[in-house]
């Protein structure tokens, strides 16, 4: 029991951590990239390491108001309409085209999509681009409460980040992973 | 029905000391630590934690000092000198000086107007374990890298939610919480403890000016502290539950906070620097060796401080872009505030010159502060006018004026009167030549620290910069500021030094050690649980120099905790009235409000967590028992 | 320490030694608090060091004071309070004279209007002009011409920022959602620091700006200069270097007239290579700082919104010749 209560509060501890990290400069963890397409099962020494469950930035809270801020920046509003949807879909919803786990969503900023999603690849820093990826996770609730962006200092037009309710995700795995007929 | 004094005062009749030790001490251990609901114990623990924190505070400012003697150092980068800024401030202002004035407030009132306990003991214990615990919480937090970063007056919409992401401003917002209430429960306690509880005799016309200063400082937290308590509230749930206080677009104003922020945070000066006027008049008093010259204009200044306190906060939001005409009274009232001062200053040389000093070291901190503050009170006026704030608002010029007002107005008479009331606290005498030694070397360092910041500040160094460049020619000054900076800190260490060897093997003091005027040494060093066997009566504010062989009061019951109450104006003698003894109910009602105010950093349940908790344990705590013994209370 | 402070009346402090009419005044109006404060606190230190020298004469025990020396001390105090009351009210008057006359300085009909947005941790500059074409935008380098007074329009979009030249006038906040407005004239020819004076997060110290008076011909010259388009890449080298720029990641935030970079995120660049400084006043303008900023800010920045890019060592100098040509 005293083990138990200990090892919870240095889980709490550490998310605590991990939430008000700023980390300025730092490569970000190659592992699990999405443009690795492997053809072969085998691979020389082990197997890479998995790939973080929520991205780099799925429990840092600064990064995540970051990549809100580059959302802005980039111009995603443009279609994407802060998040509700537009020219493009919705990304607020539980409805993920294309995947909704970070590599997937990195994917779809890094390589586009068809019917009007521009590719970014090379423009934008590795860095911000899972910056993107945890900001565009938090629209629909996939991070924690105490990661999401609370309001702005704008026009409210729908409730913040961290006040929505949590959409899990009906379609988890992209269309071409789907394991063939 | 109240009673004409007299009837009260019957010759010396017996009384069971060691049942009134018992019925009014604490039990041993841990237990009378939560429990305890002796003034004497819980300031003086309240007084060792506020210290703890202001060496806490110190290491930060040492850290600061490190990174900013040379340009572009890289002790620590701009993530954590921010927090490390913040954290200064906020622990400096919300942590140590509020809380040590009203520690030292709650120990020395009750002694100094001849009662047995302040009016709500349990209270007082409950406000110990909220101090602690709010404090607690935001060094827990800053060591796990969730230390505020917002700047002690955490200004939106840089503490709002759309620049400070993370739940940093909000352990922020709650430390104000947790200190806030503590600041209100011990302004109640002192209020009503000063004005229902004087010895008969003591009129408001003779309360020692030291009560009056604690008195005015209460009246300035209960008035100043709500406006913090809502503002900080107010970003809390901007940041929590979307509320839009402070976002223009949906019609707030990131403006409201700066008024709400200084209505308070001007005050929050003066409740800092009047309790040091109460220490240094006392001080002054007894070291001339005659009553403080100009009693009533002394009253009159600290009432007169306490009013216009409340009338400059827009001094701090000159650059704001006001109307001339506003900024125009604002400058007017706030160089009005610089005649009480003066007067105190002019009674206190005046004191000082027509007395017979004997240089003790209390005195030396005394006659420091009053060339520093002085200092420091003639660059406020500077600051007053609106062209000349508006060059120097917000650079180190600033930070230079308000550590000579407030380290040179408080802290150096705080650490005086630590010196004078040491022989009272702990009945062993302090080293004179300790004494000395450290005033001189703090004196020194903390000039050398602090004089070369105004430079800085007319050479163009803002506040809250983690570094500068090397072009900018501040180095100099800065290196200066540091050097100075490790002599203050070694000042310090010589004080603490002092402190715990009189602790351990200072000489026995006596019950009067500097043969000083006022009801606090007319009993015991250190004064036993009950205060005074006797309730004493006086007949000046200098009680112990006008007559030997006063009345005493007899006729309070030895076997039940129970205290004279008396008239709020003239100290007559109303009712006996009996008082709770310990409990562990404030302790829980502590923790458990603790426990939803930290809630609520996270959800808005914790609000309601909070309530529940607390509406249980104060249930338990205001739970009828009947009366402890037999006759139920007295009223004459 | 007294030295100190006089020595300080007359040395080279950028807020005393003003390099136009309103800092001068605001330095003129803080020597007479100066003089002022000088004799209150010598007053003091020299009555405190003499009471505290004539100690414990004459008998121990509690003095009674008598009524006739109370009396005097009465008098005495009094005075002190007087003039006290009397000295205020002179810097009252003083303090209010002085915010007039500079209240008339900046009513002047302004020559030159600019407008700043306060950015974290920036300044972006916007030279207004009724002719839109004619507008012009630049980033924390803002040059004025001597002796015309220029009206600077303040607006912040994010947090507070305060714009603060010491040489020139006291400082102004830039709010968001408040428009403030400040009013500054050099007298004299000259390089003026000014620096951002609110706390604005984790850059707060790096957000610098220079101010250029130049004679009213050369200010007219350089407008002229920096409202024409980018100059073209001149060599093969430069021409690939602007294939980096639009090809590549810094597209996305800054502005080059002429090309197809013209996000309003970043610093405009159009005339980089005219600015004395990089990365608001934090790193001369030379290649070599140019290139460890594009390749490495957040060393140099902790926290800028600049990300690091890592370009190849071919592409970094073909970028370098480009902006290097962009005057």
Redesign the interface.
Known sequence: MRALVAAATCLVLLAACEREQ?R??EVAPSAGRPDMVRLSPLTPGGAAPAASPRGPYGENAWAVSEGK?LFQ??NCNGCHANGGGGMGPPLMDAKWLYGSEPENVYATIVEGRPNGMPAFG????D??LWELVAYVRSMSGLLRADVRPSRD?HMQVMESEQARRPQPPTSATPPGAEPRR | MSVPARALEIAHEPVDRESLARIWGQPPGLVGWLTSANHKSVSIRYMITAFGFFALGGVLAAIMRLQLAWPDMHVV???LY?QIFTMHGSTMMFLFAVPIMEAVGTYIVPLMIGTRNVAFPRMNNFGYWIFLIGGLMVWVAFVLNIGPD??WFA?V??AGP??SPGKRVDIWAQLITFTEIAALVAAVEIIVTTFKLRCPGMALHRMPLFVWAMLVTAFMVIFAMPAIMVASTMLAMDRLVDTHFFN??EGG???LWQHLFWFFGHPEVYIIFIPATGFVSTIVSTF????I??YT?MVLSLVATGFLGFGLWVHHMF???LP?LG??FF??AS??I??PS??Q???W??T????????RAPLLYC?GF??IF??GG??G??Q????????????YFVVAHFHYVLIGGAVFPLLGAILYWLPKFSGRMPSERLGRWSFAVLFVGF?LTF?PM??L????M????????PE?GWATGNLLASIGAAILAIGFVIFLVNVVRTLTRGAPAGDNPW?A?TLEWATTSPPPPYNFAYIPTVDDHDAL?SATDRPVVTGLRDDVREILVSDAIDATPDHRQHLDGGSIWPFLTAVGAGIGIITAIFTPWGVTIGAILCAITLTGWFWPRGEPSGEARTSA | ?LV??SL?GCSG????DGGGAAGD??AG??RL??WI?LV??IG??V??L???R????????????DAA??RR??V??SV??GL??VA?LV??V???A???S??ILGAETPAVTIEITGR?WWWDVTYWDPVPAHQMRTANEIHIPVGQTVLVKLASP???H?F?V?AL?????L????K?TIAIKADRAGTF?G???????????HM?LLIVAEPPEAFQAWLQAQRQPATPPASALAQRGHDVFVG??C???HAIVGTEAA?R?GPDLTHLASRAMLAA??LPNTPGHLAGWIV?P??VK????M????LGADDLQALLAYLGGLR
């Not at chain 2, 001339?288 to 009553?291: D, E, G, L, Q, S």
């Not at chain 2, 007053?384 to 650079?395: E, K, L, N």
């Not at chain 3, 004539?54 to 004071?65: F, N, Y």
């Not at chain 3, 620096?195 to 110290?205: D, K, S, T």
């Open positions: 700023r300025f400069a801020r920046a980039y090379g423009k934008i820093p860095q911000q200092d | 980068g701009p993530d921010n917002a700047g200004y919409p840089l759309g620049y223009p677009a104003d990131p403006l001339a060796r005659r009553p010259f100009g204009a650059a704001t872009g001339q900024a125009s400058t007017a160089m009005m610089a005649i003066g007067i200053v002019f009674c040389l005046a000082l010159r027509s007395g017979r000093l004997v240089m006659c009053i060339a002085v200092a003639l660059t006026v500077m007053a006018s609106v062209p000349f704030d508006r060059q120097v608002h917000d650079t000039n004089f105004h430079l500040g007319l050479g163009g803002p506040r809250r910069v983690y570094t500068y460049l900018t043969g005027s120099w | 320490m100190a402070f300080a402090l950028p807020v005393l005044r605001i109006h803080w608090h100066l404060a209150v606190l003091v230190v009555f405190l003499d009471a505290m004539r100690r414990a004469t004459g008998a121990a025990g509690v003095l009674r004071p020396s109370e001390l009465t005495g105090v002190a309070v006290t009351a205020l810097l009252l003083a303090s209010v002085t915010g007039r500079l209240g974290q994010d947090v507070i305060s603060w010491p006038n006291g400082k102004q906040d709010i968001p959602s408040r403030n620091a620096q951002c004076a609110e706390y604005c997060g984790l850059q707060h110290a610098r590549g990641s597209v996305l935030c996000a995120t006043g934090t490495d957040q060393s902790p926290g800028t919104r990300p690091a890019n890592s």
